[in-house]
Nanobody, 117 residues
Framework: QVQLVESGGGLVQGGGSLRLSCAAS????????MGWYRQAPGKEREMVAL?????????RYHESVKGRFAISRGITYNTVDLQMNSLQPEDTAVYYC?????????WGRGTQVTVSS
């Protein structure tokens, strides 16, 4: 089992920045990747950014956030941060941290990000 605790989020004006952080605990040696997903009202949950636990620390981004968001290791190896710049109202959503092992997906409780126009 992997437990995820998210922090960050909140309300920001369009063009502003926010930083999310997710700390994993438990069976962290089994994690293949960690990352962030988001779900806006009435929409399906979508991948925002992923960080793989491989030699190259590969990353993946949703097309809409490339050049604006950056995922990275946080203060510890099992912490993942998402720096969000140039935020737009369409980025408004609940952001969820995810950790994926070989057989399971683990989710955080979510944190609200609201961008005003």
């Amino acid at each position: 089992q992997v437990q995820l605790v998210e922090s960050g989020g909140g309300l920001v004006q369009g063009g502003g920045s926010l930083r999310l952080s997710c700390a994993a605990s438990g069976d962290t040696d089994t994690i293949i990747y960690m990352g962030w997903y988001r779900q806006a009202p009435g929409k399906e949950r979508e991948m925002v950014a992923l960080l793989y636990n491989n030699i190259d620390s590969d990353t993946r981004y949703h097309e809409s956030v490339k050049g604006r968001f950056a995922i990275s290791r946080g203060i510890t190896y099992n912490t993942v941060d998402l720096q969000m710049n140039s935020l737009q109202p369409e980025d408004t959503a609940v952001y969820y941290c995810k950790a994926r092992s070989r057989n399971y997906s683990f989710w955080g409780r979510g944190t609200q990000v609201t961008v005003s126009s």
